[in-house]
């Protein structure tokens, strides 16, 4: 994939970057023992690990740096993919956290304001969003000895050094519930196509490198309950975030997408940029339940802490003024926009500040936008990003 101009790998991407002949040559890779040699099986092109194995591996520094190694070039360059068997090896300990959720999940449905979660629609699923605190504040104990695992340490740091944040979501599907369609996941997975046609090719490669997904099974989960389906080879196809939403890509994933059943305890973890989506739950008693990870990078942070509802509002009335007058043309208006209000709408609580379409909230940005287009005065906009700081909680 060339700029025919220049011979260079292009820095803007678009449809044209898009070759599904290419994909299918990149995704018909063949993973192989001898690039895995700690995994207990290649199984549907995943490498497999068992738990106990990996608990004595990590417990010697020296193999526990290759373990990391090679899982680190299984999410970068190998299927972006990798399962560990009986990852949680107490049952009883899963079973407690999953009666701890559930709790929680009937809790919120009683009180249900008709959220669903990005892919389905209101009791499709049962989700919780920011299930981390939640377990946390009801069952300290459940939760320090759930977050105990070294597993999850060691695979976090693996791809993602150390300092990461953990998020979790719990996620129940029930008998019935349908299959998602094929996605990249947060950062980029969360844009829509003409946002991320405004970002440069380095950093859509960027933001596979920014999170690890991961999922804890709090059920066995048989291939006809739906578990996640995903394509192997396809996190590290530049162009990727684009070309999942085009439909000859997401065909193709319907084709050669594969799925590993998972037992109770089980754990998954893969590169953002993989292509994947749940399955269907084909059963009539099965209720899937998955715990999923989100891990994130320390350093995702900027330098310094700015207050941008401040400086938001200090400004509104003189960046008002200067666009009304004529003084600053719409681009520099927006450039101030750009320099001064909070472009990104994450980290967000999803309970109180549901994406209104599309899979994010509006950011500050937008509000100040929306302000300056329709005129609104100063206590107005003052208002809004109250509102907007307001549900910038947890709880």
Same mark, same amino acid.
């Given at each position: &994939?060339?700029?025919? $101009?220049?011979?260079?790998?292009?820095?803007?991407?678009?449809?044209?970057?898009?070759?599904?002949?290419?994909?299918?040559?990149?995704?018909?890779?063949?993973?192989?023992?001898?690039?895995?040699?700690?995994?207990?099986?290649?199984?549907?092109?995943?490498?497999?690990?068992?738990?106990?194995?990996?608990?004595?591996?990590?417990?010697?520094?020296?193999?526990?740096?290759?373990?990391?190694?090679?899982?680190?070039?299984?999410?970068?360059?190998?299927?972006?993919?990798?399962?560990?068997?009986?990852?949680?090896?107490?049952?009883?300990?899963?079973?407690?956290?999953?009666?701890?959720?559930?709790?929680?999940?009937?809790?919120?449905?009683?009180?249900?304001?008709?959220?669903?979660?990005?892919?389905?629609?209101?009791?499709?699923?049962?989700?919780?969003?920011?299930?981390?605190?939640?377990?946390?504040?009801?069952?300290?104990?459940?939760?320090?000895?759930?977050?105990?695992?070294?597993?999850?340490?060691?695979?976090?740091?693996?791809?993602?050094?150390?300092?990461?944040?953990?998020? @979790?979501?719990?996620?129940?599907?029930?008998?019935?519930?349908?299959?998602?369609?094929?996605?990249?996941?947060?950062?980029?997975?969360?844009?829509?196509?003409?946002?991320?046609?405004?970002?440069?090719?380095? $950093?859509?490669?960027?933001?596979?490198?920014?999170?690890?997904?991961?999922?804890?099974?709090?059920?066995? &989960?048989?291939?006809?309950?739906?578990?996640?389906?995903?394509?192997?080879?396809?996190?590290?196809?530049?162009?990727?975030?684009?070309?999942?939403?085009?439909?000859?890509?997401?065909?193709? @994933?319907? #084709?050669?997408?594969? $799925?590993?059943?998972? #037992?109770?305890?089980?754990?998954? @973890? @893969?590169?953002?940029?993989?292509?994947?989506?749940?399955? #269907?739950?084909?059963?009539?008693?099965?209720?899937?339940?998955?715990?999923?990870?989100?891990?994130?990078?320390?350093?995702?942070?900027?330098?310094?802490?700015?207050?941008?509802?401040?400086?938001?509002?200090?400004?509104?009335? #003189?960046?008002?003024?200067?666009?009304?007058?004529?003084?600053?043309?719409?681009?520099?208006?927006?450039?101030?926009?750009?320099?001064?209000?909070?472009?990104?709408?994450?980290?967000?609580?999803?309970?109180?500040?549901?994406?209104?379409?599309? &899979?994010?909230?509006?950011?500050?940005?937008?509000?100040?936008?929306?302000?300056?287009?329709?005129?609104?005065?100063?206590?107005?906009?003052? $208002?809004?990003?109250?509102?907007?700081?307001?549900?910038?909680?947890?709880?």
């Amino acid at each position: &994939m060339l700029d025919q $101009q220049t011979s260079r790998a292009p820095v803007w991407l678009d449809d044209s970057a898009c070759d599904i002949e290419a994909f299918k040559r990149h995704v018909a890779q063949q993973t192989t023992a001898a690039d895995h040699p700690h995994a207990a099986e290649i199984a549907s092109n995943i490498p497999v690990y068992d738990g106990d194995a990996m608990r004595a591996a990590l417990a010697d520094p020296t193999r526990a740096r290759s373990v990391m190694a090679e899982w680190n070039r299984s999410f970068q360059s190998g299927p972006g993919i990798i399962a560990i068997r009986k990852g949680y090896d107490d049952p009883a300990l899963v079973d407690a956290v999953t009666e701890e959720l559930n709790a929680i999940i009937k809790a919120e449905e009683a009180g249900s304001t008709g959220k669903g979660d990005h892919f389905a629609t209101a009791g499709a699923n049962s989700r919780i969003w920011n299930a981390h605190e939640k377990l946390c504040i009801q069952a300290p104990g459940l939760y320090a000895r759930y977050n105990s695992n070294e597993l999850t340490r060691a695979v976090s740091e693996s791809w993602l050094g150390s300092g990461y944040q953990i998020t @979790f979501q719990a996620n129940v599907v029930r008998p019935g519930g349908k299959a998602q369609t094929a996605h990249r996941d947060y950062h980029m997975g969360f844009q829509d196509v003409e946002t991320l046609k405004g970002y440069p090719a380095s $950093q859509h490669a960027l933001s596979a490198c920014l999170t690890l997904q991961g999922a804890v099974a709090h059920s066995d &989960m048989p291939i006809e309950s739906g578990p996640t389906k995903l394509l192997p080879y396809s996190q590290s196809y530049l162009p990727g975030y684009i070309a999942v939403l085009l439909p000859e890509f997401r065909a193709l @994933f319907e #084709e050669a997408h594969v $799925q590993l059943p998972l #037992e109770k305890g089980d754990m998954l @973890f @893969f590169n953002p940029a993989t292509f994947h989506a749940a399955g #269907e739950n084909k059963t009539e008693t099965i209720q899937r339940f998955a715990n999923l990870m989100q891990v994130g990078s320390a350093y995702g942070r900027s330098i310094e802490i700015v207050d941008r509802s401040r400086i938001t509002l200090a400004v509104y009335e #003189e960046l008002k003024a200067l666009k009304e007058s004529g003084a600053l043309d719409a681009r520099g208006v927006d450039n101030v926009v750009a320099a001064t209000a909070e472009g990104y709408p994450f980290p967000a609580n999803l309970d109180i500040d549901s994406p209104l379409s599309g &899979m994010a909230p509006p950011s500050q940005q937008d509000v100040l936008r929306q302000a300056l287009a329709e005129g609104w005065d100063l206590a107005q906009l003052k $208002q809004a990003i109250a509102e907007q700081d307001g549900r910038k909680r947890s709880h």
